[in-house]
């Protein structure tokens, strides 16, 4: 890492610490029903709560609605009856998270479609100014990638870090067959080769300098230099 991208991880992350508000969101016993049917996949008990008038979008101390909570442990069964009550996908919490966000960073595919059935802001950001697709391409979720391309977020949105996801799939990626498959789906779908990160170093050098030669090969079959 160099030391401009050191200097400007520790803003971004200096940025996000700000930006929680350390409130202490008051919940209701119905509410806090409702969050702990979220958090245990009972998709039962949160009809029930729901049914008895527990506000859906209640949140905790720390920021979280109960489709957050859900989301973070994958529940959809959870997820698919709040969703389908009219929870905000968008609803973030104080690290700047939300369901869509989040399903889509940690590949939960099923929540991830829900979410982008149901108004997903495809525009939305992280704590890092990235969309959603920059750390699934990272994690190498294949399918969330391929999900969130055919969905029409920005490939080559760039990230308060200076990188796309295209970069993030490299520099951060492990060379694999999965994040190979994400450069290439991500160059299909137009993502600019010589997209260069803070530093002026294109998705090709990065690649060269790890020695992944199929990422190599992929770029400069689509004009990388």
Not at 40 to 65: I, K, S
Request: glycine share 10%; aromatic share 2%; no cysteine.
């Amino acid at each position: 890492m160099t030391p401009t991208t050191r200097r400007t991880l520790l803003a971004v992350l200096l940025m996000a610490s700000l930006s929680v508000s350390g409130q202490v969101h008051a919940m209701s016993p119905l509410d806090r029903s409702l969050m702990a049917a979220a958090e245990a996949n009972d998709a039962q008990a949160v009809r029930r709560a729901l049914g008895d008038g527990a506000d859906l979008e209640a949140r905790d101390p720390r920021g979280r609605t109960a489709l957050m909570a859900a989301v973070q442990e994958n529940h959809v069964a959870a997820a698919q009856v709040l969703i389908a009550a009219g929870a905000d996908v968008n609803a973030k919490d104080e690290i700047q998270d939300s369901p869509y966000l989040l399903s889509g960073a940690r590949g939960y595919l099923e929540i991830l479609r829900l979410t982008l059935a149901h108004g997903a802001d495809l525009k939305s950001t992280n704590r890092y100014g990235g969309t959603a697709l920059i750390p699934a391409a990272e994690r190498g979720h294949v399918e969330a990638v391929r999900t969130l391309i055919e969905a029409g977020v920005d490939v080559d949105h760039v990230n308060r870090l200076g990188w796309t996801a295209l970069l993030e799939a490299i520099i951060l990626g492990k060379g694999g067959e999965r994040h190979a498959e994400i450069v290439r789906l991500l160059l299909d779908a137009g993502a600019d080769p010589n997209l260069a990160d803070r530093d002026g170093v294109t998705p090709l050098q990065h690649a060269r300098q790890r020695g992944y030669r199929e990422m190599e090969r992929l770029l400069a079959v689509k004009g990388g230099r």
